[in-house]
Nanobody, 119 residues
Framework: QVQLVESGGGSVQAGGSLRLSCSAF????????MGWFRQAPGKEREKVAR??????NTDYADSVKGRFTISQDNAKVFLQMNSLKPEDTAMYYC??????????????WGQGTQVTVSS
């Protein structure tokens, strides 16, 4: 089992930056994919960025490429969000799963942290 705890959300004006953190607790291995998803009101949950702990390979949604950067350090994963836009407003969830790559759907979820970007 894995528990995920997010922090770092908040409110920011368009063009600003935020850094989300996710701490993972439990059985953490190199054969895991961790990442961030988001869900805006009335919309489906979507992938933002994922990183494989063993290979370091990353994958981003097209809408955030060049603006967001995912990274990891020990049992933590971070999401640096720059040049934020109002459409980035959503609840952001940390997610993880045991897998050889990040093509597998997440199994574990955090409680979420709210990001609000005003114009």
């Amino acid at each position: 089992q894995v528990q995920l705890v997010e922090s770092g959300g908040g409110s920011v004006q368009a063009g600003g930056s935020l850094r989300l953190s996710c701490s993972a607790f439990g059985y953490i291995t190199s054969s895991m994919c961790m990442g961030w998803f988001r869900q805006a009101p009335g919309k489906e949950r979507e992938k933002v960025a994922r990183i494989h702990r063993g290979s370091g390979n990353t994958d981003y949604a097209d809408s955030v490429k060049g603006r967001f950067t995912i990274s990891q350090d020990n049992a933590k994963v971070f999401l640096q969000m720059n040049s934020l836009k109002p459409e980035d407003t959503a609840m952001y969830y940390c997610a993880a799963t045991y897998a050889r790559n990040c093509e597998v759907a997440p199994r574990f979820w955090g409680q979420g942290t709210q990001v609000t970007v005003s114009s």
